[in-house]
Nanobody, 129 residues
Framework: VQLVESGGGAVRAGESLRLSCAAS????????MGWFRQKPGLGREGVAA??????????SYSDPVKGRFTASIDDAKKILYLEMSNLRPEDTAMYFC??????????????????????WGQGTQVTVS
């Protein structure tokens, strides 16, 4: 599976941004995808996990982004989105998407942890000033 993120950029606090993650080579119709971010000098932190429609379509979010960020999957196009609103300077980070085809229902379970995801994109930078 290959993942390619896009949509990052520089915005002002309070503004919105939508990230996309195009996936290719997905084998199964039931899978989970996730968004993670990494701030300079820190490890990668989970942002959101979402299950494909065939797996129930549920999503979970980390506390810092809950209520501001929304993940969704266009199953037909195999694109994962992250709608980010009311952005804050502390949201500045490199954002990565990831996928797990192990049918572990990570969105439903709320398991937004790196160890559950097997394939990763290269990241897209988001800067909020």
């Amino acid at each position: 599976v290959q993942l390619v993120e896009s949509g990052g950029g520089a915005v002002r606090a309070g503004e919105s941004l939508r990230l996309s993650c195009a996936a290719s080579g997905i084998t199964f119709r039931s899978y989970s995808m996730g968004w993670f971010r990494q701030k300079p000098g820190l490890g990668r932190e989970g942002v959101a996990a979402i299950d494909s429609d065939r797996a129930g379509g549920l999503a979970s979010y980390s506390d810092p982004v809950k209520g501001r960020f929304t993940a969704s999957i266009d199953d037909a196009k195999k694109i994962l989105y992250l709608e980010m609103s009311n952005l804050r300077p502390e949201d500045t980070a490199m954002y990565f998407c990831a996928i797990d085809e192990g049918f572990r229902l990570l969105g439903q379970q709320g398991w937004i942890e790196e160890r559950f995801f097997t394939n990763w994109g290269q990241g897209t930078q988001v800067t909020v000033s």
